[in-house]
């Protein structure tokens, strides 16, 4: 059996989706392809709504995001080199104070 993604990029799922739906038909794996097939194969298809392909889309964009903005790192690290790098306790204090909150009423959900 094999299966047909339509607006789909990943082709490298269709291929093993293809091979693991012969060998699940006779569960004997790799020994099936000698045994004859009483009927033949079919084709399934799926398609995508335009929707999950956007999100297939946007998704890869976010990949190609880099996860470290470097000219923020560098911009700080000039700030201090140069002195100039303040640290807003009052801030920090803040963030910490929300962040235990949060992770306090997660505990409460759960």
Same mark, same amino acid.
């Not at 392809?33 to 999950?52: C, G, I, N, R």
């Given at each position: ?16 989706s293809?091979?693991?739906? /012969? ?7 790799? #020994?099936?392809?000698?045994? *004859?097939?009483?009927?033949? $194969?079919?084709? +399934? !298809?799926?398609?995508l709504?335009?929707? /999950? ?7 890869? #964009?976010?990949?190609?995001? *880099?996860?470290v903005?470097? $000219?923020?790192? +560098? !911009?700080?690290?000039q700030s ?28 409460k959900t759960?």
């Amino acid at each position: 059996m094999s299966i047909n993604v339509k607006n789909s990029t990943n082709k490298a799922n269709q291929a093993s989706s293809s091979k693991t739906g /012969a060998s699940a038909k006779s569960g004997k794996g790799s #020994s099936s392809a000698k045994a *004859p097939q009483s009927q033949p $194969a079919s084709e +399934d !298809s799926v398609s995508l709504t335009s929707t /999950a392909a956007r999100l297939q889309q946007i998704e890869q #964009s976010l990949n190609e995001i *880099p996860v470290v903005d470097s $000219a923020r790192v +560098d !911009s700080i690290s000039q700030s201090i080199d140069d002195g100039q790098y303040q640290i807003n306790d009052d801030k920090i204090a803040d963030r910490i104070i929300k962040s235990e909150s949060a992770i306090h009423e997660l505990k409460k959900t759960s």
